[in-house]
Nanobody, 124 residues
């Protein structure tokens, strides 16, 4: 069983930046970030394959960059120009096997491992 641990969350002013990290205790394949705001469903933010291909939710395109260091089993989410609407608990997710041909990275059910989450709060 692979453990995921997120870090880097916190309180930031609107327009500011944060860099989230997620360290996996073992090898993983596709990795992703999701977020959940109070009273809302968990939503996809970004994903990156083991080869480095990335995908983003429309509202974060141009503001967020997902990357990974396979040697460290770590995925990052650089978030810039943060808005109050970005306030949420951010969760890291990972697959334990290679992605199939028809793979939807925004579907939370395709991930096998989840971290406990890290809070991001953006003040006006």
């Amino acid at each position: 069983q692979v453990q995921l641990v997120e870090s880097g969350g916190g309180l930031v002013q609107a327009g500011g930046s944060l860099r989230l990290s997620c360290a996996a205790s073992g090898r993983t394949f596709s990795m992703a970030w999701f977020r959940q705001a109070p009273g809302k469903e968990r939503e996809f933010v970004a994903a990156v394959s083991s080869s480095g291909r990335s995908a983003y939710e429309d509202s974060v395109k141009g503001r967020c960059t997902i990357s990974r260091d396979n040697a460290k089993n770590t995925v990052y989410l650089q978030m810039n120009s943060l808005k109050p609407d970005d306030t949420a608990v951010y969760y890291c997710a990972a697959r334990k096997s290679p992605s199939p041909n028809y793979f939807n990275p925004s579907n939370p059910s395709v991930y096998d491992y989840w971290g406990p989450g890290t809070q991001v709060t953006v003040n006006t």
